[in-house]
T-cell receptor
Framework: KNEVEQSPQNLTAQEGEFITINCSYS?????LHWLQQHPGGGIVSLFMLSSGKKKHGRLIATINIQEKHSSLHITASHPRDSAVYIC?????????FGTGTRLKVLA | NAGVTQTPKFRILKIGQSMTLQCAQD?????MYWYRQDPGMGLKLIYY???????DKGEVPNGYNVSRSTTEDFPLRLELAAPSQTSVYFCASSYSIPGGGGYTFGSGTRLTVV
């Protein structure tokens, strides 16, 4: 069993739908990082959070430290949101990465 | 700022050849990392560095070497390339420990070993 598990692995949605991607981890962490990998391969940071909730535009990330679980929500999804979303658990010197959730939003 | 710059973007190597993947950052970050990403797999840490002159192995270091002579540069050396090293390689840097913010990735190097 991986130390960081994401679900679902693949997700197809219609434009406008509310999307949730889940991340569970089994290790102690200082923070959890959500990343977006574009179809061209580049990786950008979306959120880093150690408690509660963060919001940026249509993206919302939450974390429950006691349950070792985080979620990334996308409201009013759009085809440009199509990407791979990766969660990463921050340890002392390194991250442990999930395998990613491949999201495709259809127009 | 350029951020994290990786070169080359693409490379094809023959089995047994060697090469160096270059990574440079201009953000004065202390921490630098090399990852490989295989299809359908999460990013795996190859090596990392917490400052100039200090490097340490990650999860998958075999077949690779690194050096960190300056804060800015963190090259990854592949000796005797093997097909198993076909992957996309990402360099990243951060100011402090993971979770401390400022984590920035390079654009990746796609390496094929034939």
């Amino acid at each position: 069993k991986n130390e960081v598990e994401q679900s679902p692995q693949n997700l197809t949605a219609q434009e406008g739908e509310f999307i949730t991607i889940n991340c569970s981890y089994s290790v102690g962490i200082s923070a959890l990082h959500w990343l977006q990998q574009h179809p061209g391969g580049g990786i950008v940071s979306l959120f880093m959070l150690s408690s509660g909730k963060k919001k940026h535009g249509r993206l919302i990330a939450t974390i429950n430290i006691q349950e070792k679980h985080s979620s990334l929500h996308i409201t009013a999804s759009h085809p440009r949101d199509s990407a791979v979303y990766i969660c990463a658990a921050a340890g002392t010197y390194k991250y442990i990465f999930g395998t990613g959730t491949r999201l495709k939003v259809l127009a | 700022n350029a951020g994290v710059t990786q070169t080359p973007k693409f490379r094809i190597l023959k089995i047994g050849q060697s090469m160096t993947l270059q990574c440079a950052q201009d953000m004065n970050h202390n921490y630098m990392y090399w990852y490989r990403q295989d299809p359908g797999m999460g990013l795996k840490l190859i090596y990392y560095s917490v400052g100039a002159g200090i490097t340490d192995k990650g999860e998958v270091p075999n077949g690779y070497n690194v050096s960190r002579s300056t804060t800015e540069d963190f090259p990854l050396r592949l000796e005797l390339a093997a097909p198993s090293q076909t992957s996309v390689y990402f360099c990243a840097s951060s100011y402090s420990i993971p979770g401390g913010g400022g984590y920035t990735f390079g654009s990746g190097t796609r390496l094929t070993v034939v």
